[in-house]
Each structure stands twice: as C-alpha cells, then as structure tokens.
C-alpha cells in the first residue's frame, strides 16, 4: 500500500522568508503523481503544485517549487517569499499513473505565516 | 457552476439518524470523488465514480455508508444509523476524467457533527 509522510505538524516563516515543507512517500509503482494542495481555514483544497514521476525537471508554479528526489522517494514544497495569504494547511497527496485516481494524502502541515 | 459545490455545509445530527450529503460536480466532468477528513484518521479516500458507476468503493468504512450518482453529475453520501465516530468533514472532488493528470478540484465540504 501507498504511505505518504509529513513529519512536521507545524512551521512557522517571516513574511517574505522561504520556507520548505517535507514529504516522503513509499510506493512500489514506477508511474505515478505527487501533488501538494493548500487548505486554508475556508476548508477548501486548492492544487499548488504537481509533479509526474517520469518528469525529472522539478515543478515549479511562480513562488512554488518542489524539490523531487525520486530515489529517495522524498518530495518537499519550497515557498519563497512568503506571504500572509499562504497561511494554510499543506497537503502532500499520491496517485498512480493510468486511471482511478483517488488520492493518498499525507497527514499535513499548518503553517503559520508571521507578520 | 464555477465550482464544485456541497450542501449542507454543516450539518448537526443525533446518533441513530440517517444523514444524506449532496456533491454537485464542476459541470462536465465525469469522475467525482468522496473522501472524509478527520482528525484521528487524517483524509481518506471513501469511493468514487466515473459517470454514474462507482469502479472503486474500498474506502466505504461500512455497510452503513452508500453513495450513488445520477445523471452523471450529483452525488449524494448516504450515512444511516449515525455513529459518533462519523462525525468529519466530507469532501468531494470532481475532474474531468479518471485520470492521475486530471486535476481534481474539490469542494468546501460538508461538516458532520454525531451528538
């Protein structure tokens, strides 16, 4: 069975810091997708960023980036220039390739967002 | 719609009651996923359905949770017999197809409270 792991509950970050947020995950598929969703406290979960397996450059969406080791089975969420609407939950979720794509979250991360 | 939509958005019940929660899906998309959201367990997947079929109900955590979907658009999770250990925040997704690429887009959730 898929795991997803995020072994911070919490982070903190100053406005206009960079902040990264860890995630590993185990999976014996070759095809397959990783995805860090947001959730704010509306509870509404919004897709940051994803990254397909068999893609070696790293996702990146304007702030967002990932760091994706894929040997190493590790898949962190850098934020750079932290801002105060970026306060959230974070989510780090796995899919396999092909079709049923329900998601394997990981237990998330709340990260607070200092003035 | 704009997006996908839930109602009720909170909902409070006694145990022993049957509960209906309704999923109105991004329109034209096929796929549409429930998963519940709890503090003890985290988010997990409950079942989903491409079209009005659902090929993957594993998540179901009992006979008392059912779901079906009509027309290929709303969907309605179905709780009879409500436990204390139900009460959640339930989310549903919808995406274009069943595919891992297709981004799933998610609701507000309805948030269940077992008295």
């Known amino acids: 069975a898929q795991t997803v792991t995020q072994s911070q509950p919490e982070m903190s970050v100053q406005e206009a810091e960079t902040v990264t947020l860890s995630c590993t995950y185990d999976?014996?598929?070759?095809?397959?997708?990783l995805f860090w969703y947001k959730q704010p406290p509306s509870r509404q979960m919004i897709l940051v960023i994803r990254?397909?397996?068999?893609?070696?450059q790293n996702a990146t969406e304007n702030r967002f980036s990932v760091n994706f080791q894929k040997a190493a089975k590790s898949f962190s969420l850098k934020i750079s220039d932290s801002q105060l609407g970026d306060a959230a939950m974070y989510f780090c979720?796995?899919?396999?390739?092909?079709?049923?794509?329900?998601?394997?979250f990981g237990k998330g991360t709340l990260l607070t967002v200092n003035p | 719609g704009a997006g996908v939509s839930q109602s009720p958005s909170n909902k409070v019940t006694e145990k022993g009651k049957d509960v209906e929660l309704r999923c109105d899906p991004i329109?034209?998309?096929?796929?549409l996923y429930w998963y519940r959201q709890s503090l003890g367990q985290g988010l997990e997947f409950l079942i989903y359905?491409?079209?009005?079929?659902?090929?993957?109900k594993s998540g179901l955590p009992s006979d008392r949770f059912s779901a079906e979907r009509t027309g290929g658009s709303v969907s309605t999770l179905t709780i009879q017999r409500t436990q204390q250990e139900d009460s959640a925040v339930y989310l549903c997704?919808?995406?274009?197809?069943?595919?891992?690429?297709?981004?799933?887009?998610f609701g507000p959730g309805t948030r269940l409270t077992v008295l």
């Open positions: 997704a919808s995406s274009l197809e069943d595919r891992a690429i297709d981004t799933q887009y």
């Open positions: 999976t014996s598929e070759s095809d397959y997708y």
């Open positions: 990254q397909e397996a068999y893609k070696q």
């Open positions: 979720a796995y899919t396999r390739g092909g079709s049923n794509y329900k998601l394997t």
């Open positions: 329109s034209g998309h096929t796929a």
């Open positions: 359905f491409q079209g009005n079929s659902a090929p993957d």
